[in-house]
T-cell receptor, first 109, second 108 residues
């Protein structure tokens, strides 16, 4: 069992650019949730997908979007990056958020 | 709106001393409460859920609806307990709300 996998591990972007983060849930899990964790704070919910449908959305601007593919992997997209988007982005597998990935650390310069 | 507070950013105790990590929440209904732990250089992992009333690694947590609290306790701290601890709430049909976290440092 490979667990929840996220890619890339680290990413550096400049303001105004676009970024795509990827997540593969544990085999057999059909739900993926995305969280943003700013340094010094707890994770903040962004999106949940189940069976390719959006089941929840947190208080984030429309620059943030996501989708889930038929194999249940997921992408998180962020457009027009701002300095404040710098954070660790976490993916969780299963509705109960029992299994987290190691995260993608995004730095916006 | 749901909210989770953890009043201590840092808690330092000596090995063998009791530990209590505080968590308070605001929610008018019946929430599910969770504790998550993140050890150094490891991913976030679920420690325990109030609904299962279990003890994991010697930790327990009791939901007190009157005080809207879900404090995490351990009678005798070990050095390997040093980590970041996050309390989280999930309201029915909704998603997780995490607290800001408490860094536990167990001194030798």
């Amino acid at each position: 069992d490979a667990g929840v996998t996220q890619s890339p591990t680290h990413l550096i972007k400049t303001r105004g650019q676009h970024v795509t983060l990827r997540c593969s849930p544990i085999s057999g899990h059909k739900s993926v949730s995305w969280y943003q964790q700013v340094l010094g704070q707890g994770p903040q919910f962004i999106f949940q997908y189940y069976e390719k449908e959006e089941r929840g959305r947190g208080n984030f601007p429309d620059r943030f979007s996501a989708r889930q593919f038929p194999n249940y992997s997921s992408e998180l997209n962020v457009n027009a990056l701002l300095l404040g988007d710098s954070a660790l982005y976490l993916c969780a597998s299963s509705p109960g958020a029992r299994h987290f990935g190691a995260g993608t650390r995004l730095s916006v310069l | 709106a749901q909210r989770v507070t953890q009043p201590e950013k840092l808690l330092s105790v000596f090995k063998g001393a009791p530990v209590e990590l505080k968590c308070n929440y605001s929610y008018s209904g019946s929430p599910e409460l969770f504790w998550y732990v993140q050890y150094s250089r490891q991913r976030l992992q679920l420690l325990l859920r109030h609904i299962s009333r279990e003890s994991i690694k010697g930790f327990t947590a009791d939901l007190n609806k009157g005080e809207t609290s879900f404090h995490l306790k351990k009678p005798f701290a070990q050095e390997e307990d040093s980590a970041m601890y996050y309390c989280a709430l999930r309201a029915y049909g909704q998603n997780f709300v995490f607290g800001p976290g408490t860094r536990l440092s167990v001194l030798p």
